[in-house]
């Protein structure tokens, strides 16, 4: 089987790739629900069976032998085949998939990898996949039109079961494995006749009957079963969380990596009054909510109170599944760098109309400055407005419906103040700008935006985005202001903290705007080298989310540890940012952790934006803008911190989000050259 593209040449897939395209569902941007050890096992049973097809082992009811230790040259296959190779004695089939079962998570990401590199598979932020746009063809089929790839296997699977065509070996285990797995009825209407014809073919192959067989009783053994040994979640005392020495500076990884060192991945907090909270944290655990989240944890119940203070319910926030990804894909194009690179010289002019207006010797607040700053620029970026006038109320109305119904550390009536009610109508203020500037006429001959996308989907789906849930979609984007706010002001913060880390930011910035505004192609690695090392460590030790919070809708253990159905998770997703052993010296800011050899980010450990299906949509675009900005400003200015003894450490300001202390301002100190607008 071969892929044929422009610009890509022709590249063999191997049957456990064949499965995994089968397993794919689009509608959910990852696989149909198979539980995860079926799906490891049949991924297993795929490899024994693709190394059979090349001849390199071979297995009867007995025993499974090597026929020839030669590597294919294939970094799935080759690893399996050695393990078999070195074993003292020959084994069952069913000995090897029990045995390699727990390597399956690992295989499966560099199946999709691979996928992806051949231009097979497009990969979404959140870990969700898709098929790109690529034809098939082989020679059996070369007079047809071209297909996607799963199109292409489902053909034949859909030819051999239906058609009574003389199945290939290939097609043989392919619907042996969909069987065992139950997937089969998810892809094909299946009545008692081709039922049959299944079991008759999954009878015609020695091979695919001995892998199928291994896997079918794989299923039911004990390592189905949760635990029975599972252990009991610690209590983490009161006046442990108290005397942390990082309460004070209100640095929230920090705190949940001294427990997790102290109490282990699972704990838990009783506060008097409330209910027991449950919390998770370190590399492991991220790693678990990467891979398995989607499975047994879910956003909605936490969000719903939130969702009723915009007066919506379906929210991105708070769906999950295929809703979630239809979302996603919906938003991706308005929430993307190259949305975002069409459209440099707005965005230049607007930093630096807002720059023009800083003065010598004044001083900013940190927080404002910044979130006004980035706000200037997504406003018309995302829904062809202007804001500046109502986006502090947005803010603080949104920080309140957070603080109220999301972190819950004040009373709800908090939110019905006459203050709160009047920011409020800011928000019906804001979807009638957005709605009187995207009429036909006004938006004839004008870039896309993020508001055309929304008001699309509402007019072609209105049940799926209601007109309920407008005055949240259409506001929300200028609370991206408020977070991507945040996060400029602790790269500024961090800049201004650090004289010879300026000075190095300004030789980039420098070299950069040189002759004139960069285009989107001139933001290479090698010109943004020092800049983007020095994003990356911002992130890592000022998160602006550090933590997520998940119901268990599916009993789970992690880490040895059993969570209910119901119970309430809070993950401390960004803790081993703050762990010796992910971070050696994590207190110390090191933009080489990112470069070679260390490459310290290259883990789960670093979690900035979130893990699993609710990653942070717009990481790329954030990225470029956040370096645009910091760039624009060493380039023009020279900034201090104020008031001194923040230079060695910054207090935070944690609840709803991370942000720093609202006394930190920002000195204008210098201002470089002239800024012509």
Known sequence: MSVTTDRVATHELTLPQELVLMFLNEETGYFHQVPGWNLNCAIIGALLAELLIRYRIDADGESLKVLDRTETG????????????????????????????????????LILERLVEQN???????????????????????????????EFVKTRVNKTIFDNEIPSLRDVIIICLLDTCDVLRFIFQLEDESEERIKLICRMSLIGRSVAEAVANSFAGPLLQRSALAKQIPVVPLHKVLLNPHVRSGNIPAIFAVLRQEYGPVFQLRPPFSEPLIFMAGPRVNQWVQQNGRHYLRARDYFTDFEKVYGASGLIPAVDGADHFRLRKAMSPGNSRERLETQ??????????YMADWKVGESYPARSLSRRMIN????????????????????????????????????????????????????????????????????AGRPRDLADDLLSLHASDPQFLPESNLAFVLSAPLLASMYLGDSLSFAVYAMAAQPDMYARIQKEADALFENGDPEGEDFTLEALDVTHRFLMEVMRMYPVVPMSIRNVMNACVVEGFELPVGARIHIATTASHYMEDAFPEPFTFDIDRYAAPRYEHRSRAYAPYGLGTHTCLGTRMMERQLAINVLMIAHYFRLEVSPEKFRHKLTFSPLPNNKPSKKLKFVIAEQRREINV
Do not use: C
């Not at 979404?124 to 996607?148: C, D, I, K, M, P």
């Not at 019906?428 to 700008?433: I, M």
């Open 74 to 109: 294939n970094p799935v296959l080759d690893p399996i085949l050695a393990r078999i190779a070195n074993e003292p004695e020959e084994q069952t089939v069913q000995y090897w998939v029990e045995r390699l079962v727990f390597r399956a998570p690992a295989i499966i990401d």
């Open 120 to 150: 097979v598979l497009d990969y979404h932020e959140g870990e969700f996949w898709t098929l790109a746009r690529t034809s098939w063809q082989t020679e059996v089929y070369a007079r047809s039109r071209g297909t996607t790839a799963v």
């Open 344 to 353: 440099l010289d707005e965005v230049y002019r607007s930093v630096r109309t």
């Open 376 to 443: 200037a620029q997504l406003s018309p970026f995302f829904i062809s407005i202007e804001s500046q006038d109502i986006i502090d109320d947005l803010m603080a109305y949104k920080e309140r419906g957070l603080s109220t119904h999301v972190a819950r550390i004040l009373p709800k009536f908090m939110l019905y103040t006459p203050g709160m009610r009047r920011r409020a109508k800011r928000v019906e203020e804001v979807v009638n700008r957005v709605q009187s500037v995207h009429t036909p006429a006004h938006r």
